[in-house]
């Protein structure tokens, strides 16, 4: 079967322009498991818009070969507004300018609109519960509206991966090791997962507080599962955040690389024949996203790391020196430390920094007192 693609037109913000989503589809329409994976939902985020670049070369060669068992959709690259955001020659695709701010904050909720709607439809039959679940769910999308362009871009996508039994968004940090973000009802599953493509952490957080993409479609069913203790609720969809290490890691080896322990991940969730090879030795254990120290600045100035990535530091040491370029050299640097005793997961890759901005990652294993019911990602 050939490989299907489709463009998903946006609502235009203003006459004489146009913009539209590309998807491609692998395998049958309904095969299970279904798969979903999409790039640069933050748009100056590239290494996964040339690693999906890759995989789909290797999907087309099994598409040909009748190899896709599942169907696998693909957004190539999730942000057509973010990509057009352009300021004397850089990409500002992280917030929406038109006001509509971070791309992957505030996504609908899947949860509350659909209690009422399943809760005299469950039984003891766990495949017929998940069937119920997924149906609410593209039941209740199809009733939004979008009423700006920017909320045009969240239907299209949601309704792509809204029934998908994998859901993964590929992302990157500004100079970063490579790490998966994923809720604690995904572990261990995705362990093997996390092995193929070397992650060096993989941190987990119930709700990191930012309605991000991957919680929008994983959060639902660990809830849902509480909500309705009496029955069989499993946590139905493998939604994760992929974080391809950082802005600069884009070359054709490390991305092809990077599609390559994707395919074999696949492979392993079912969507494509074939036995991979046994996964690598894993390189981290899982922790608490809580634990995880997002170090942030504490005056303005330059920053003179004092560290590298994949450091082992603890808790207490100075991991930065913010220069203030007006002082004299005695009095110039304050210190920056870390509260986690771990891994330097990632640095900031500007080197000039205002106070309140996060310079660096430090993943550490014992949670943190000022990160325990607090906002856990970065705006």
């Known amino acids: 079967m050939p490989v299907r693609s489709e463009c998903l037109p946006l609502l235009t913000a203003s ?51 009748g190899e ?33 701010g971070n791309f992957n904050r505030n ?37 939004q509206q979008a009423g700006s362009e920017l909320q045009s871009l969240r239907l299209h996508l949601a309704r792509l991966a809204a029934d998908a039994d994998v859901v993964l968004d590929l992302h990157c940090d500004d100079e970063a090791l490579m790490h998966l973000f994923l809720t604690p009802a995904l572990w261990p599953q995705g362990a093997d997962f996390a092995a193929d493509l070397g992650c060096r952490a993989v941190l987990l957080a119930e709700d990191s507080g930012g309605n991000s993409f991957d919680e929008t479609f994983s959060t639902p069913w660990t809830r849902l599962a509480e909500r309705f203790p ?21 070359d054709d080896a490390t991305a092809r690389a990077d599609a390559q322990a994707l395919y074999h991940s696949l492979q392993r969730f079912g969507a494509v024949a074939g036995q991979p090879p046994a996964p690598p030795a894993a390189l981290c254990e899982a922790t608490a996203l809580e634990a995880t120290d997002s170090v942030r600045s504490p005056a303005a100035g330059v920053i ?17 020196w913010i220069v203030d370029p007006s002082a004299a050299p005695g ?38 007192v000022h990160r325990q019911g607090a906002y856990l990602l970065e705006d």
């Not at 329409?29 to 290494?47: F, I, N, S, W």
């Not at 969809?237 to 802005?247: A, I």
């Open 107 to 143: 996504w609908p909720d899947l949860y509350e609109p659909i209690v009422e709607a399943v809760k005299d439809r469950l039984s003891e039959d766990e495949a017929g519960n998940v069937a119920v679940i997924r149906h609410a769910m593209i039941e209740q999308l199809a009733t």
């Open 230 to 250: 009496d029955v069989p609720i499993p946590p139905a969809c493998f939604s994760g955040t992929v974080e391809l290490r950082g802005r600069a890691d884009v």
């Open 68 to 100: 896709i068992q599942g169907e696998i959709v693909m957004v190539p690259y999730a942000n057509p507004i973010g990509l057009a955001q352009f300021t004397n020659g850089e990409n500002l695709g992280r917030y929406e300018q038109g006001g509509g």
């Open 304 to 320: 003179a790391y004092n560290v590298t990535l994949g450091q082992e530091v603890k808790a207490g040491d100075v991991i930065a």
């Open 15 to 65: 006459p004489g322009s146009a913009r539209h989503l590309n998807v491609h589809r692998f395998g049958n329409p309904g095969a299970r498991p279904k798969v979903y994976l999409q790039a640069a939902l933050h748009a100056d985020e590239t290494p996964g818009l040339l690693v999906q670049h890759h995989l789909y070369g290797l999907l087309e060669e099994a598409e040909r070969r």
């Open 331 to 368: 009095a110039a640097r304050t210190a920056v430390t870390t509260q986690a005793s771990g891994l330097v997961l990632s640095r900031r890759s500007h080197r000039y920094v205002r106070p309140g901005l996060a310079i660096a990652k430090v993943v550490g294993k014992e949670p943190l």
